[in-house]
């Protein structure tokens, strides 16, 4: 079937469908839901659609006077939750990497409560008197969170993991059901996910390129290997 063709309204109105003779409710780039779904699935929203506008960030100003309790951005009247923003603007600026801009500066008290053990321990939070089990940079979810959000990796975090600098070898003695990756002497005790490997050495394999280096041949003497799916078959 053809394409439809649409027409433009001269003079959109804010808030309708900027198609002419369309008065529904916008619902996305200017478009009504079910103009939107069309332009959108035949890929003719730069014909029709509002142009995108990725000056949002430009359209933040800030109060000259300050009211605490309330958000900081100018026309914005709600109550401030984090950073001298409310919630709304404190998740936009915090997705888009703004607060340095428009966030006012962390409390210093907060920040030099957290000090970080001389010793960490492999798998435990490496914040002093923190006992939580670590989910990124040697930090448990709730301080990784917290560093997140004030920027504060550089003084908290541990190095970002480099498997660059790391020794892989396969290890040819673990059990059939473990990972056949050691890192730096130390072997990796996650399950299989596939071909032999675990699925971050997986993933990091397959993105490097050197999948079949470290993961097992899908097939050993005609048979299935322990790991392998039905569909690295079709891949090899």
Same mark, same amino acid.
């Given at each position: 079937m053809p394409l439809k063709k649409f027409r %433009?309204? $001269?003079? +959109?109105?804010?808030? @309708?469908?900027?198609?002419? /003779?369309?008065?529904? +409710?916008?619902?996305?780039?200017?478009?009504? =839901?079910?103009?939107?779904?069309?332009? /959108?699935?035949? =890929? %003719? &929203?730069?014909?029709?659609?509002?142009?995108?506008?990725?000056?949002?960030?430009?359209?933040i100003k800030l109060k000259k006077n300050f009211v605490e309790g309330v958000c900081r951005v100018f026309r914005c009247g709600e109550e401030s939750s984090s950073r001298g923003l409310c919630k709304s603007h404190y998740s936009y600026c915090l997705y888009y990497k703004l607060l340095k801009h428009y966030?006012?500066? +962390?409390?210093?008290? $907060?920040? @030099?409560? %957290?000090?970080?053990? $001389?010793? +960490?321990?492999?798998?435990?939070? /490496?914040? %002093?008197?923190?006992?939580?089990?670590?989910?990124?940079?040697? &930090?448990c979810v709730r301080h990784y969170r917290y560093c997140l959000a004030y920027e504060l990796f550089d003084l908290y975090g541990a190095p970002p993991y480099r498997h660059e600098k790391t020794n892989l070898k396969v290890n040819t003695l673990v059990g059939p059901y473990a990972c056949r990756i050691t890192t730096e002497g130390e072997a990796c005790h996650r399950k299989i996910y596939i071909r032999g490997l675990c699925h971050a050495h997986y993933n990091m394999f397959q993105r490097k390129g050197t999948l079949d280096k470290f993961a097992l041949v899908p097939y050993v003497n005609g048979k299935r290997a322990i790991g392998v799916r039905d569909y690295d078959y079709d891949n090899n």
């Open positions: %433009l309204k $001269k003079k +959109p109105i804010k808030g @309708t469908c900027r198609i002419l /003779r369309c008065d529904e +409710p916008t619902d996305g780039r200017g478009l009504c =839901k079910s103009h939107y779904e069309y332009c /959108r699935y035949h =890929k %003719l &929203l730069k014909l029709y659609g509002a142009p995108l506008t990725n000056k949002r960030i430009a359209d966030g006012a500066p +962390p409390v210093h008290e $907060k920040i @030099t409560n %957290l000090k970080v053990k $001389k010793n +960490p321990v492999k798998g435990i939070c /490496r914040i %002093l008197h923190c006992s939580g089990k670590t989910a990124a940079r040697g &930090l």
